[in-house]
């Protein structure tokens, strides 16, 4: 079936159905749901979508907009709205020290990297003191485009003391592999989460629009001697995790 019949209003639009818009909105999402409108088609113009319902351009505004900020559609300046393609979104735990990989395994996912930078650097001035670091010493630095089931996650940029990881280019799949091997697999970790909005370069990286939702998680972690091991700073899809922690009393 196509978009145009399903969307004509014998059978769904009625006066006892409350609000119109609301009406509508529920017919988009049953559409959504059940495939007429498939992830990433486009949504007929608002104009045409009034022609086919008889309702006011008005009420068709007020159910996409509804669709807009419920994260189903995605509006793309100057080409029109589209179905947002749906990621399944994953609970992360926030109480166990795991890595992505660990994380991904755990669900059954493979993981893929894509470098970005991989390398020795001179430190910034956060990477001199979150790392600690002594003077003139410089710095290992990844950055990953991190993938799960074929589909971008996260970005990941983490800066590592010399000593703790002499090597970057050892680092192909696991960062936390190498420093497993290396003896330095940290013990502890603190992590602070912020909501962000993904600019268009990191938009663009993991596949959504400019502007979407994000996470910015930033991990410090630890040796059991309390010396710091990495910082990284993680931007994930906002539509992609849960982050669930436990809480006791
Ligand atoms: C998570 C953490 C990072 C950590 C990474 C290691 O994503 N947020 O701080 O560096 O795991 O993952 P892997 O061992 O898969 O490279």
Redesign the pocket.
Known sequence: MSAVEFLRPEGWLGVNGGPRYVQLRQRLEAGIEAGVLPPNSSLPPEREIAEITGLSRVTVRKAIQELVSEGLIEQRQGSGSFIRERVSRMEQSLSHLT???EDMAHRGMDTKSSWLERGVFLPSAQEISALDLPEGAEVARIYRLREAGGRPMAL?R?ALPLDILPNPLEVTT????VLDRLGHRPVRAIQKISAINLEPPEAKLLGVAEGAAGLS?E?TSFLSSGRVV?L?R?LYRGDAYDFVAELRL
């Open positions: 890595s992505f990989t990941e983490a696991s960062l936390y592999d998680i991990r990495e990284t993680s």
